[in-house]
């Protein structure tokens, strides 16, 4: 049969007890469903007529509702509630399509927010036994447009294992015209910056920077290294000893000069 909205009825289960009721013991204007598996604990079902949307409550060892989940009616968006049911944690922008997690006001499709520190955002690998360039977590951006040979993977942030003892590097990859996600740049495990390499190698082409603050470049065919000055004559490399200029190497009218001092 049918239950008026006037109604408060109540169904006893094996478990416990279920009430459909014109007024849920929220004390709000709700009218819904609520399952007790015993008193003061269960869940409630209901449609708030003052906020003109649905709720999932709890109730835990109180009589106080708690609501867990709620969506408004008139735009869709969607909130899930900390553990007091006040604030709303993580929050769906029906309208603008954008996700919130700690915010309800979220700027961006995906936007993270935290009220006592820093948001972080944690990539997790779980599986044992990772072995050398097993990939721990990537961020990638990607392109669809086909007519421009633009579609595909463009570039990629990944951490990538360098030993099997938790050694990690993080890999830079960007995608030429037409090309392919290739990675070019690398923080390895030692810290050291590499540039057209994947390890530290003075006789491999490219470039390192090394924390202890020696460098290296190489290149198979062509110079390793330019520098240059525009405008005024001048040095174009100084060489100091613990901060005191012992020489250079610069230009005067077009021609080369070697000073010390």
Do not use: C
Request: glycine residues 14%.
């Amino acid at each position: 049969g049918s239950i008026a909205a006037t109604d408060d009825s109540t169904f006893t289960a094996a478990s416990g007890s279920i009430y459909v009721t014109a007024s849920t013991p929220t004390g709000a204007a709700r009218s819904g469903f609520r399952v007790d598996e015993t008193a003061n604990n269960g869940f409630e079902i209901a449609h708030d007529t003052a906020d003109h949307a649905f709720f999932i409550s709890r109730r835990n060892g109180s009589s106080t509702v708690v609501d867990a989940l709620k969506i408004d009616r008139s735009t869709g968006n969607l909130s899930l509630f900390e553990d007091t049911g006040t604030t709303p944690k993580f929050f769906w922008d029906a309208a603008d399509e954008r996700l919130g997690i700690g915010t309800s006001s979220p700027d961006t499709l995906l936007h993270l927010s935290d009220a006592t520190g820093g948001a972080v955002i944690r990539l997790e690998r779980q599986d044992i036994g990772i072995v050398v360039t097993d990939v721990y977590g990537s961020i990638e951006f990607e392109g669809q447009d086909t007519s421009s040979g633009a579609s595909g993977v463009r570039g990629s942030i990944s951490g990538i294992a360098e030993s099997t003892t938790g050694g990690m590097g993080i890999a830079f990859s960007t995608a030429q015209s037409g090309g392919s996600n290739t990675e070019r740049m690398r923080i390895d495990s030692s810290g050291n910056l590499l540039v057209g390499q994947t390890s530290n190698s003075e006789t491999g082409t490219g470039i390192g920077l090394v924390p202890d603050g020696t460098s290296h470049m190489y290149s198979a065919s062509t110079d390793a290294l330019m520098l240059g000055r525009g405008g005024s004559d001048g040095d174009i490399l100084s060489l100091n000893k613990s901060g005191t200029t012992v020489g250079s190497i610069g230009t005067v009218i077009g021609y080369l000069t070697i000073g010390t001092a």
